[in-house]
């Protein structure tokens, strides 16, 4: 994050958030979150962790949700392309 220009800090602050919760790691999570909001503070996928974050979901609850959600992104994005 340290390297990203302003503006383009949250994309990879939230990436970096959302692995640091479902390591367990939440504090770095939330600092994660506070970098992305400081860069962009209607970033809607920091807007969105943060509720989970806040919320305390159960970090496994991203790998069940990425299992479900990746065949059918996927299948949006490229149809039967891939």
Do not use: Q
């Given at each position: 994050?340290?390297?990203?220009p302003?503006?383009?800090?949250?994309?990879?602050?939230?990436?970096?958030?959302?692995?640091?919760?479902?390591?367990?790691?939440?504090?770095?999570?939330?600092?994660?979150?506070?970098?992305?909001?400081?860069d962009?503070?209607?970033?809607?996928?920091?807007?969105?962790?943060?509720?989970v974050?806040?919320?305390?979901?159960?970090?496994?609850?991203?790998?069940?949700?990425?299992?479900?959600?990746h065949?059918?992104?996927?299948?949006?994005?490229?149809?039967?392309?891939?």
């Amino acid at each position: 994050m340290n390297l990203s220009p302003k503006g383009y800090i949250a994309p990879v602050a939230c990436i970096f958030a959302a692995c640091a919760y479902e390591s367990g790691e939440s504090d770095l999570a939330h600092n994660g979150i506070l970098s992305a909001l400081a860069d962009c503070p209607n970033y809607p996928l920091a807007l969105l962790l943060r509720r989970v974050f806040t919320a305390a979901w159960p970090a496994d609850s991203f790998a069940m949700m990425r299992a479900e959600l990746h065949p059918k992104i996927c299948s949006s994005l490229f149809g039967s392309s891939i």
